[in-house]
Nanobody, 123 residues
Framework: QAQLVESGGGLVQAGDSLRLSCAASGSTCSTYSMGWFRQAPGKEREFLAVIGWSGDTYYADSVKGRFTISRDNTKNTMYLQMNSPKPQDTAVYCC?????????????????WGQGTQVTVSS
């Protein structure tokens, strides 16, 4: 079973940039679709972006053009580059991985999840 660990969260000012990492261990994620989600207090978990094992990507409208998802299969690591973050981007950011035969699949609650990393954006 894969283990996912997020890192890179912290306090950032609006207009700055931040890169989150999601490191996978226990099993390879080279054939997984991997995605980023976030959850703010009082809100449901929100899908942000997903990247397939072959590099296909899909973004939610809320982050399209500002965040970039990428992966380095040689390091079993996925990244979320956050450019121009806003205070409303403040949340716990989680990564997830889904085993799929398709090129791209959004992970679900039944898939592998990390514990999350806090991102706080100050104005």
């Amino acid at each position: 079973q894969a283990q996912l660990v997020e890192s890179g969260g912290g306090l950032v000012q609006a207009g700055d940039s931040l890169r989150l990492s999601c490191a996978a261990s226990g099993s390879t994620c080279s054939t997984y679709s991997m995605g980023w989600f976030r959850q703010a207090p009082g809100k449901e978990r929100e899908f942000l972006a997903v990247i397939g094992w072959s590099g296909d990507t899909y973004y939610a409208d809320s982050v399209k053009g500002r965040f970039t998802i990428s992966r380095d299969n040689t390091k079993n690591t996925m990244y979320l580059q956050m450019n121009s973050p806003k205070p409303q981007d403040t949340a716990v950011y989680c990564c997830a991985a889904a085993t799929t035969r398709f090129r791209l699949a959004i992970p679900t609650t039944s898939d592998y999840w990390g514990q999350g990393t806090q991102v706080t954006v100050s104005s």
